[in-house]
Every structure is written in C-alpha cells, then in structure tokens.
C-alpha cells in the first residue's frame, strides 16, 4: 500500500523560506510527481510536477522562481523548497504521485495523495 506523509509545514513570516517534505513508503513506479495547495475558500490548485527520472519540472506562474521540486530517490522523499513566501501562499499543502501520464497540473492525474500539511504566511 502506498502512503504519503508531508512535514515541514508551520507558520512564517513574508519573505521567509520552508521546505516541505514528503515520506512515500510501498512506493510503485511514478510518472509525475506533484505538489497541490488548497488556500482557505478556494479549490485545490497544482503547484509544482516533476516528470519522475526526467529534469522537467512545471510551475504556475504564482510560483515559478520562488518552489522548487525535487526527490531523492534513495529515500524516496519528496521535496518542494518555498522561497520568498507570500500571504497568498497561506494554504494547506499536499504532495502527490501519478502512475499514468495526464495533466500534471490536475488532481485527477493523481492515484495516491497525502494528508496535507498546513503552511501559514504573515504580512
């Protein structure tokens, strides 16, 4: 069975950097891997993929410059690094796993999700 858990998450202020971690255990061959965020009110929105043993990566425009993707995989960690935080990055965070290709930017490309972890940016 495959599990996701994310940590890392917490409170900072404008500006500041975290980088959020993503445990995957009964890990299965991946073709994307992925962030998604879901901001207080609003839907569940992709923020970063990365195409699994590829450099590709794809950010929104919101992110691009300031997150980083990236995996190690021989810990089968996954990972995404926030720079220059924003308020209007204030949302819950999940990590993802794709085995099948689609939209890299869509939930329903995704077979296994994790619990979600909160990130708080303040002004």
């Known amino acids: 069975q495959v599990k996701l858990q994310e940590s890392g998450g917490g409170s900072v202020q404008a500006g500041g950097s975290l980088r959020l971690s993503c445990a995957v255990s009964?890990?299965?061959?991946?073709?994307?891997t992925g962030w998604f965020r879901q901001p207080p009110g609003k839907e569940r929105e992709g923020i970063a993929a990365?195409?699994?043993?590829?450099?590709?990566?794809l950010y929104p425009n919101s992110v691009r410059g300031r997150f980083t993707i990236s995996q190690d995989e021989n810990t089968n960690t996954l990972y995404l690094q926030m720079d220059n935080l924003k308020p209007e990055d204030t949302a819950i965070y999940y990590c993802?796993?794709?085995?099948?290709?689609?939209?890299?930017?869509?939930?329903?490309?995704?077979?296994?999700w994790g619990q979600g972890t909160q990130v708080t940016v303040s002004s």
């Open positions: 990365r195409r699994s043993g590829t450099d590709i990566t």
């Open positions: 993802a796993i794709s085995t099948r290709g689609g939209n890299s930017m869509t939930e329903s490309t995704y077979d296994y």
């Open positions: 009964g890990y299965t061959a991946s073709v994307w």
